[in-house]
């Protein structure tokens, strides 16, 4: 809903203000992921943006009998997916889902990159820079080396692309509703519509 999205939103934002380095392990790990599963899955024409988002939770196996509840694909089960044609989806299709913009991140990116190259300027002139704004450039660096690993994450996708696999009712996959999920972990059945982490 998008009420617990707000609070995922807020809680994230606490984070990010109180340990910004944490996000950017955070972000870190997902990139890492993400190219892994881009790289694995290359023939079927899969791109890091794919990779994304299966870590976001995009993707949700139904039963085709329709009262089965459905569960959120993990890294494990795309394979299947995918050499039984389940998953077709394109990396434009994914990032039409996005609500994000080329636009919008190449002007937080050039404002960021902006004040790093103005603080390094003035340093170099030996002009003085106040504490609050060393503490600006540390932020600012982190959220550039954050946005650089987010920078193919499709953001604020609301609802997963349901794939019909009733093959894969025979393992009990579970819906992990931590900020992304997990190579392998214990699973359970997951709600519908699912809301995708950011």
């Not at 997902?30 to 079927?44: C, E, I, N, T």
């Amino acid at each position: 809903s998008g009420e617990r999205l707000l609070v995922r939103r807020f809680q994230i934002f606490a984070l990010a203000l109180i340990t910004p380095e944490l996000i950017v392990l955070w972000a870190l790990r997902q990139w890492v992921l993400s190219r892994k599963l881009a790289r694995k899955y290359q023939d079927f024409g899969w791109t890091q943006t794919h990779g994304f988002f299966v870590i976001m939770g995009g993707f949700q196996a139904c039963h085709s009998n329709g009262t089965t509840p459905p569960f959120t694909l993990v890294p494990d089960d795309i394979s299947a997916c995918l050499e039984n044609h389940d998953i077709t989806i394109s990396e434009q299709d994914i990032q039409d889902k996005s609500k994000g913009d080329l636009l919008g991140k190449s002007l937080v990116l050039l404002q960021v990159t902006w004040f790093i190259l103005q603080t390094i300027a003035r340093a170099v002139r030996h002009l003085g820079i106040t504490e609050i704004e060393l503490a600006t450039l540390a932020f600012a660096i982190l959220n550039f080396f954050t946005y650089f690993c987010w920078r193919n994450k499709p953001l604020d996708v609301s609802l997963p692309l349901q794939v019909t696999a009733d093959y894969l009712y025979t393992h009990h996959h579970s819906d992990n509703d931590s900020t992304d999920i997990a190579i392998s972990s214990t699973p359970k059945p997951a709600p519908v519509p699912k809301t995708t982490p950011v």
